[in-house]
């Protein structure tokens, strides 16, 4: 997995080592039991896990971490050849979308020619590729959207990603596209804040806070796109698939609810349209996913907004 440290890099992680942990404990249980002799049908998988920087997962054991700067060709060709992984989630990317527009150079290599590599690496070993896209590929004008839909990036984010999937899709490898929105979740040490970190940590500050009431996402939380690419990883499902949360909501909405949750004062937030924000990445109005392909493909079941807080939450009390 590349991305190691990020918030989606970090959920898989913990999933994989439950996992893991789930199926060592079977072993052991069949092990004590007469049915000693039945083959097992799953077996644990191997973490490697790529990011650049220390590890800042809690779990440090039970898999291997290698810090690495990706665009490190020779360093990364290395990495694959000696541990020829059967399958690559990569998950690293330039992620902040005013940033790609600030600096295209690095945005094009991070998000284009590193999964050109990533690409060269896997066709030649047949290694099946997972690959996250955005709703950025999107332009906002009539979502939800299904996975055959027009694309037209209205950024260079957007674009670079709609890049990678083309050449993606002209890969002689095995290949899975997932795309996401508007990710959420607490992990340990996060470089990155998401919107409802964001809106709770300025809310309890008592800070006002100007919101978009004009641009519409489906929420999705980091634990369930973990598990869908777990999903498609396992039993090698293939193809493009649209995976976040089921509520499609205005942003200026996602934001009352994580007050209303937190039972933080709703008049801090002013309710703004986008074209005052002067942002240097345009963004899509309304996106949003049909998620029928991977309810049925990818046995995927989306979490409530409302029980996605109620999880944080109760990992933040574990946290403090
Ligand atoms: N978050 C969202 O709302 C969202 C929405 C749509 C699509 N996606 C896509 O979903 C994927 C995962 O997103 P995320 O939120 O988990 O991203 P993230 O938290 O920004 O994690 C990305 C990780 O990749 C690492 N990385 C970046 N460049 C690297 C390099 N050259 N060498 C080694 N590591 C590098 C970053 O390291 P540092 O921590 O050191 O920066 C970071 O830990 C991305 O492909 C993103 O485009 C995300």
Redesign the pocket.
Known sequence: M????????QKLTDLILQENHMLQKNRILQETKSNRDKPQSRTEIQLIA????VN?HPQQQGYTYID????NKEELNAVFQHYQPDCVI???????VDQCEEDPILCQK??VE?VKNLIDLCEAAATHLIH?????IFDGQDGPYKEDDQPNPLSLYGQS?LDSEALIRQSNCPWTII??????GIVDD???S?IVLWAKGALEKGQEIRVVQDQWRMP?L?ED?AAACLAAAKPKITGVFHVSGSELMAITEIVQQIAKFWNLDQNLITPINSDTLNQKAKRPRRTGFHLEKAYSQLGYRPTSFWEGLELIDSQLQKIS
């Open positions: 590349t991305g190691s440290n990020g918030l989606l890099g790529l990011s650049r920087g800042r690495i700067d990706l665009l990569h998950t690293a990317a330039m992620t902040h991070l998000n590193l996250l896209s955005t709703d950025f990603k795309r996401t929105i508007l990710v959420y996060m470089s990155r998401n999705t980091a796109l």
